[in-house]
């Protein structure tokens, strides 16, 4: 059975996100809504979304929307997020959750009150290639867990764009960081040990690497770059008895290879090309329909936004 979606705003992100996967798993796009109506019917016209409407209110109202679909700014998430629990709307935010702890925290106490889904969409967490490098790092083939390292890269935004004002919650760490250290948190339950970072301008960082260390001892980084000459979006896991490198965790659908090097040799493994956006809507849709569990509830959303909170503190600035 199909679910029906409303999207919120017209977002470059949106065609990969939920454009394709929905059509590839035969949902609907029912309704969109933008600050500016000519792009909401440009993008209803593009993708085959059955109608445009006046809000972002409208479109969580509408009764003909199952669930809502969320990639506005930063700033935006949690309070349409809360506007959809108040109607009853499971929602697939994007990442970040909120802008900071508190708001994540105000958020997932609203939504768990009222029995609402918000799952926040760390879309490469259900990719086989992340499953696969997280089974390393548990049976034995890597040995104990050393080091996890994370290196995210991509060529500056424009100038207008959303990741480089503070008011709309911007920077690299929340853009990029929050994938790196929601991944290290799949390893263990990090801390973060100390952070810097570049400011654009006052408050945004246009990079910020951070530092964290395990219980057991291992340590890990999170690099992020919004001034790379390329996109490049890897993680390696270092461990007793080898590692492995996930070549694009991010758009595992661009490149699926992970390179697993121990005593034995080195092989390269190949985990398909289907999107990570695509395993992701399936499972939500699953959740919305069946009841299926699913891995990314807002307590985690809550302490991934409390370790951000922490990197940009260690970092010398302030929490968005």
């Not at 935004?157 to 008011?167: K, V």
């Not at 006052?202 to 291992?218: L, N, T």
Request: glycine share 10%.
């Amino acid at each position: 059975m199909s679910i029906r979606i409303g999207v919120l705003g017209a977002s470059r992100i949106a065609e990969s996100a939920i454009v394709g996967p929905a059509g590839e798993l035969g949902h609907r796009l029912v309704a969109v809504a933008a600050r500016d109506r000519s792009r909401a019917e440009s993008f209803a016209e593009k993708y085959g979304v059955e109608r445009v409407v006046a809000s972002y209110q409208d479109v969580i109202d509408d009764a003909e929307v199952d669930v809502v679909y969320n990639p506005l700014a930063n700033s935006l998430h949690a309070p349409w997020n809360l506007a959809a629990v108040q109607a009853g709307k499971p929602v697939l935010t994007e990442k970040p959750f909120a802008r900071n702890r508190a708001e994540a925290q105000h958020v997932a106490a609203a939504a768990d009150a009222a029995g609402v889904t918000v799952m926040e969409g760390f879309h490469y967490y259900f990719h086989p290639v992340t499953q696969r490098a997280l089974q390393l790092a548990g049976d034995g083939t890597l040995g104990d867990l050393n080091r996890v390292e994370v290196r995210m890269g991509m060529p500056a935004p424009q100038p207008g764009d959303p990741r480089w004002s503070l008011e709309l919650a911007g920077g690299a760490l929340m853009d990029l960081g929050c994938y790196g250290l929601h991944i290290m948190r799949r390893f263990g339950a990090p801390s973060v040990v100390r952070a810097k970072a570049g400011q654009r301008t006052p408050g945004i960082d246009e990079w910020c690497d951070v530092e964290v260390a395990f219980p057991s001892g291992a340590t890990g980084l999170s690099t992020n770059t919004m001034v790379a000459d390329e996109y490049s979006f890897t993680l390696r896991v270092i461990g007793t008895r080898g590692e492995a490198l996930v070549h694009n965790f991010i758009k595992p659908h661009e490149d699926d290879r992970i390179t697993i090097s121990t005593s034995a040799g080195t092989t390269v493994e190949h985990h398909g090309r289907r999107a990570s956006y695509t395993y992701q809507l399936e499972a939500f849709a699953a959740h919305v329909r069946d009841g299926a569990p699913i891995p990314l509830d807002n307590t985690d959303a809550v302490a991934n936004m409390a370790l951000i909170d922490d990197a940009y503190r260690a970092a010398g600035m302030e929490p968005r």
